[in-house]
């Protein structure tokens, strides 16, 4: 399958989002700048986030729809799924205050952006201090607009209603695989079980499953569709968060994207890296562990640390399971349930989620 | 009027509300341990948010919910108004992340309590960098949970929907009011408009009039009591804002309040300071402004800083300004929309809220 047709099942609905997501800014920064014109910066930061992004959580939420035997380009659903961006950028600006990050798809994160405001305005006090407040009060307003936005796509209150489950689920799952990955980092667990623990509810339930079972309920199928979109979802959403994590290690292609040994500097509790110290001698696993987080990491080191991955059967190990994970994920597909239509593009996306090189 | 007797109306559903919260916290604390059991203690200083509190926001819910004529004790009505305090809980664990603050209701702020875990459990990094992460997370948390027990109450989704124009307004109204209320801090301004409008925002949209608005349109008659509301609400509101400000400054009595001078250490731009720096000569005001903000005030200094808020004028200023605005407040109630039976207790919010010592 070559690669062009293999993101077509993400870009059939890519410009729709882009220009609902516009739309709901354009409209909420009037209500904000009548409460206040100095908000136009916050809004600024706040949109620079919701226009990128490869929208996958509403492309899911959109197949789940199709799947379930939606209408090709509903307008209410692609307002709905657009909703989910909005969550992600709460996430997305949070996790960087929480991370301490400094950039986002290599422009300044936003508590950063917000911070140097603060230096060029030549305002008092701590500018870092003043970045993080602003930008967790921006993601405040990206969560509260996310379920306004999903409130106003247009389906009738019932139907709302019934896709409120997996809406609800979706935010509590995010939330609290942030949390308990926040917390593998600071008690450097580093073991298989806690690293995959973390990537279903962080990533797969989050990014994959919940918006498909979104996309079920709001078409009226939630429950015959449920267990197929988890069978799907979980996995394919592990996969696709392995394929970040090898490239959080060996680097990403793309000029936006990570350079090799991030996620080491970072010292992110990953299943590469619970892969690699189970798999090495105790003196390898002892430096491999002490390297892990330092921010100042050489490149000498980071060169050790992937030949380690690499020398001590770690990267095979997980690539063969993004393999694996993505059989279970297209054999899920199989299922009567699924609307004939769907299956084609569930199929081009797991290959577009875990064969990419960005 | 007693005090007793100004209370009653605050505390005829203080009872439900905790219980419902206690129940939703119950619930929610299930299925998040299911999803990871070292989510206890976020889970338990949630809680510990929650529990607290004058119960505001669902007290105005409710009565502007009985001032349209909606049932005594409607157990939906309540659960709605509940809500409230999630969001509350939200807006004050992310405030003092954001303002830095150490304590909040005499006990250690959420961001604190978490940064003490993490010294305790002796795990690697730094306390209040996790600290502060995990509270944003608590606070997104809370924030999400608002609008899902919102949503779950009871009503038909017809009637929730009429309550989101409200409930969406006082998000984006505390959220922004707060983000002002920041810059001002930063910018220094200190005039009387930029106080009264973060007052508006923060505190009197957000506490008295949307809450107001809320329980009208859930009652089915929202439109109708839209203005009268506003009209009572505004005024109350920051009136009930400029009695917590001068608190902040001459000290709460009460044992929980907070100290004197507290205010002035913070360098909050409060109505009291702008009123006082308008009204006092060039070198008073410079000392004023420079002395503003400093953490390490000494007593000397603040009792300065008192005498210069009362020798100016500012206090009497601001106590008339409360007397004013309270005036303002209760003309509203003698609109012909209100319901009769929500008359008195609204007389008596605003005696609770303007005279209160605490």
Redesign the interface.
């Known amino acids: 399958m070559a690669p062009s047709t293999a993101f077509s099942a993400v870009s059939v609905i890519r410009s729709d989002v882009d220009r609902e997501l516009s739309d709901f800014c354009a409209e ?1 920064r009037v ?2 700048l009548e ?2 014109p ?2 136009a910066p ?1 809004m600024d930061s706040l949109e620079a986030i919701v226009s990128g992004g490869k929208r996958l959580r509403p492309t899911f939420a959109y197949w789940g729809w199709r799947g379930a035997g939606g209408a090709e380009g509903d307008a209410r659903m692609i307002r709905a799924a657009s909703s989910l961006e909005l969550l992600q950028a ?1 996430a997305l600006v ?1 996790d960087d ?4 990050s400094d950039t986002r798809r290599g422009a300044p994160a936003t508590h950063k952006r917000m911070a140097r405001l ?1 230096a060029d ?1 030549g ?3 701590d500018s870092d ?2 970045g ?3 930008a ?2 921006i ?3 990206c ?3 996310s ?2 936005m999903y ?2 796509c247009g389906f ?3 139907t ?2 019934d896709g ?1 489950g997996p809406f ?1 689920a979706m ?3 995010v ?6 990955d ?2 593998e ?4 667990t580093a073991t298989r079980e806690a690293a995959l ?1 973390v990537m279903r ?1 962080k990533t797969a339930a989050y990014t994959v499953e919940r918006p498909l079972h979104l996309g079920a309920a709001l078409a009226g199928r939630g429950d015959e569709l449920a267990e197929v979109y988890t069978d799907y979802g979980i996995p394919l959403g592990i996969a696709f968060q392995l394929r970040d994590d090898l490239l959080g290690v060996f680097g990403d292609p793309s000029t936006m994207g990570k350079p090799a040994g991030d996620d080491l500097r970072e010292g992110k509790r990953t299943l590469v890296v619970a892969e690699t110290l189970a798999r090495s001698g105790e003196t390898d696993a002892e430096r491999f562990r002490s390297l892990l ?1 330092a921010p100042d990491l050489s490149t000498d080191s980071v060169e050790w640390m992937c030949s380690l991955v690499e020398s001590s059967g770690a990267l095979a190990a997980c690539e063969s399971l993004v393999e694996d994970y993505s059989e279970q994920a297209l054999a899920a597909l199989e299922s009567p349930e699924l609307d004939e239509g769907a299956r084609g593009p569930l199929r081009e996306l797991v290959v577009a989620a875990t064969r990419r090189s960005h």
């Open positions: 909420h209500r904000l409460i206040g100095e908000l916050a709460c949070h205050v929480i991370d301490n603060h305005e305002w008092s006090g201090g003043f993080r407040g602003a967790i009060l993601g405040d307003l969560l509260t607009w379920d306004e409130q106003a009738v209150p019932r709302l209603q409120r609800d935010r509590t799952e939330m609290a695989g942030q949390y308990l926040t917390l980092q600071v008690r450097g623990r509810y987080g």
